[in-house]
């Protein structure tokens, strides 16, 4: 039975943002995530602590997270693939932090330079020292439904991380299909793997929409009663080590999905139409959202 309350996961500033090419400044970002807290998000994800060489569209990570506006009943998480990202992380006052390993071997190699088994032995402290001061951890399971370099990803390899991920004592897992190419059935099975390890709250989708599957995977995942995702505004979005992936699902499309559903999101879709708007102007893009595209041209 589907859900009648589903909680999105704004993604924009942080996925949204690490790919771009003409970098955003913190200035527009910390605009960004105001825009959202007006459209009524209460999960956002701001950015990563990442090593700038890697990524330097995140360098400005604390520069951004001092200064956003915090709102009561918003939680802010950032990406933390170490301890070093941890400690400049923790400085900052996340609500939660996100440790990201994959269910392949050759993209753990390419995105954070390691192997799987390496990854969580290298989460382990992390999770620890994120609990020590009180930080919830998400661990995300990247190239779940497939890998730009290894090709098909099984079943049988997405548990093997998950089940990785909770002896560290990891919070929640975020199943993710990087390269947007999971259909409906896959990410049924991707996820009821997660959902033999974790409860319902602690597992949710993360769908890129490269082949334009993303929605009718969330509707898959609603009939598992899976009720949290993430999401991106405008559907911007993709990761700087899987070349040809395009952004997430659009957090308008979801939402007007759902709505359309009568499941309560929270959340104002105008509003969230104006924050896609302006972000879109900054990147110098058109939305990527089709419910954006109709509501504007109303
Ligand atoms: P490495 O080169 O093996 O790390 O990278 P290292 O420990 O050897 O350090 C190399 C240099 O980076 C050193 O600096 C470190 O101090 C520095 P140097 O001495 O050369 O001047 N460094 C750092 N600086 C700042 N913050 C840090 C940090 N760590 C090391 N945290 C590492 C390993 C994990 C750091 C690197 O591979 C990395 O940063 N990878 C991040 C890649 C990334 O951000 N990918 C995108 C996010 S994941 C994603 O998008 C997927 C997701 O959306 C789900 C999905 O769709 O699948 C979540
Ligand atoms: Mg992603």
Known sequence: MKPDRVTLVEVGPRDGLQNEA??????EKIELVRRLQDAGCREIEVTSFVSPKWVPQMADAAQVMAGIERRAGVRYSVLTPNLKGLEAALATRPDEVVVFGAASEAFSRRNINCSIAESLERFAPVVEAAHAAGVKVRGAVSCALGCPYQGEVTPDEVERVVVGLKAIGVDHVGIADTIGVGTPLAAQRALERALKHYPLAEVSGHFHDTYGQALANILACLDLGVHVFDTSIAGLGGCPYAKGATGNV?????????????????????????????????????????????????
């Open 22 to 27: 003409a970098p955003v400044g913190a200035a």
């Open 250 to 298: 659009a957090t308008e499309d979801v939402v007007y999905l759902l709505h359309g559903l009568g499941i309560d999101t929270g959340l104002d879709l105008d509003r969230l139409v104006d924050a896609g708007a302006y972000i879109s102007g900054v990147v110098g893009r058109p939305t990527a959202s089709r419910a954006a595209r109709a509501l504007l041209a109303r």
